[in-house]
């Protein structure tokens, strides 16, 4: 509900409701202001010209009015006349008007019985017009207004559920055409997300309508042809280095070998080590611009299967933890059984090894290094900490780039691809990591989706569950 709420077809859906109810209170307006209009202009007419007809058939003089008033009474049950002397006693006619009404009556009124008026039982209101004549007697004439009344009560009541109903009828209505809109627009983004996965023969549907979507369906595939010509352009690259450099340089380490086996005295045999060392290192860039390019075509997401990450991290760190020894440093895990998430088991221990093995090369001697996984809410969250001189918030981005190498570490071996590595790699299982301050030393934290959590298949009794 939360994600309907705030989702494009929702608001567009509201936006249309909302027109469409200010549209409906508006003309419903006009309509009420028009119609009782036409009733006053009507009922005025009538009452006007009654008034004129009793004065003007009057033989003049109070008597001729009252004389008026009683003929027009015996014809009519729906018109009310009252004929006031100047102190206000009643003279003649059938309405009674309370005073704190003669107090403010004048000119045309539209009165009811919350008026003080005492109206027969099938009158519910009157409208009536106030003169003074010549000799200061106040005449009131007034006619049946049940319409207006009628008029009222319906916009007062039976309006708000009119209102009401169109409205959630806009609301539904706007609402379909914008999702079947909107439809168009998931499929797209459906077909995105598998590209980006690896599917890059993947390309959005054309219905064959030619709106605006098949438009833009038609761009997205031309410009998706030519990422994927030029993916395809890049692995050809790759392929032709593994095997036009990768290969020569191959052999002449061979070479190197073997001549060194003849070497004539130590200084010769010193170059020749050197030279092999310097192979080695142009080879171990090559492997690692080759398995970069290799995860970023996203190619082996299709033979992702479960990892079960406890065993593996439990396996690196039993491993780890010798080395440290040798070298005068610590490593403690704390992994929580029985974790297990989807992934590729061999590149996501090449990413396990690269930081751990940072986090050694930089930890001093007496140093530690910590490892951590447990799971979270849908995800796994792995920390490798270390007390090292950690990376300087700055460079924190920097470092994930190819060929990075900080000036604190460039006396040390290395090729500045360990980190980009890692970062291909953690695109690829859609997990997110980032640098923090281990005070001292640098912690990695990782999140790796969809995280399951099994029984338990072995334990680690000597390292407690974290809090």
Do not use: C
């Not at 202009?41 to 058939?57: A, C, F, H």
């Not at 006349?81 to 107090?103: E, T, V």
């Not at 439809?183 to 064959?208: C, F, H, K, P, Y």
């Amino acid at each position: 509900m939360k994600n309907t709420l705030k989702s494009t077809a929702f608001r567009l859906s509201l936006q249309s409701t909302v027109i469409s109810g200010a549209s409906a209170m508006i003309i419903s307006s006009v309509i009420y202001y028009a119609a009782g209009s036409a009733i006053r202009r009507e009922l005025d007419r009538t009452i006007k010209n009654e008034q004129m007809e009793i004065v003007s058939g009057s033989e003049g003089g109070t008597g001729g009015v009252a004389q008026s008033i009683a003929d027009e009474l015996s014809e009519s049950n729906r018109t009310f006349y009252a004929l006031l002397s100047p102190s206000g006693g009643m003279l003649a006619g059938n309405l009674r008007i309370p005073p704190a009404l003669l107090a403010r009556w004048q000119g045309y009124e539209t009165l009811t019985r919350a008026d003080g008026l005492a109206l027969p039982r099938h009158i519910t209101a009157i409208r009536g017009l106030e003169t003074t004549l010549e000799d200061g007697d106040r005449l009131y004439v007034a006619e049946e207004a049940n319409g207006l009344l009628a008029l009222r009560y319906f916009f007062a009541h039976s309006f708000w559920l009119y209102l009401t109903g169109m409205l959630a009828l806009a609301m539904a209505g706007g609402f379909l055409l914008v999702r079947s809109a909107l439809a168009r627009v998931q499929a797209i983004a459906l077909t995105s997300r598998e590209i980006m996965a690896g599917n890059l023969a993947r390309r959005v549907a054309v219905d064959g309508s030619g709106d605006e979507f098949d438009r833009l369906a038609l761009s997205l595939n031309a410009m998706l042809d030519q990422i994927e010509m030029l993916m395809r352009n890049i692995q050809q690259v790759s392929n032709d280095i593994s095997h036009d450099l990768r290969s020569p340089l191959a052999r002449l380490r061979e070479s190197l070998e073997i001549s060194r086996l003849d070497a004539p005295d130590d200084q010769t045999e010193h170059a020749f080590d050197e030279a092999i060392t310097q192979v080695d290192h142009v080879l171990g860039i090559f492997s690692a611009i080759l398995r970069i390019a290799e995860i970023e075509s996203r190619a082996r997401r299709e033979h992702f299967s479960e990892v079960h990450l406890t065993e593996l991290l439990r396996d690196m760190s039993g491993s780890f933890k010798t080395v440290a020894m040798a070298e005068g440093k610590t490593l403690d895990a704390e992994l929580e059984p029985g974790l297990v998430v989807p992934g590729d088991r061999e590149l996501l221990e090449q990413m396990f090894v690269n930081l751990i093995e940072n986090a050694m090369i930089y930890s001093p001697v007496g140093g530690s290094i910590q490892i951590r996984a447990r799971a979270g809410a849908g995800r796994v969250e792995v920390e490798i900490a270390d007390d090292g001189p950690g990376i300087p918030e700055r460079e924190r981005q920097r470092v994930l780039q190819r060929f990075v190498r900080l000036d604190a570490s460039r006396h040390r071996e290395g090729t500045g691809l360990g980190l980009a590595l890692v970062a291909s790699i953690a695109s690829l299982h859609e997990a997110t990591f980032r640098f923090e301050d281990n005070a001292p030393g640098l912690r990695v934290v990782l999140h790796l989706p969809r995280a399951t959590q099994l029984p338990a298949r072995d334990t680690l009794p000597d390292v407690p569950r974290p809090a």
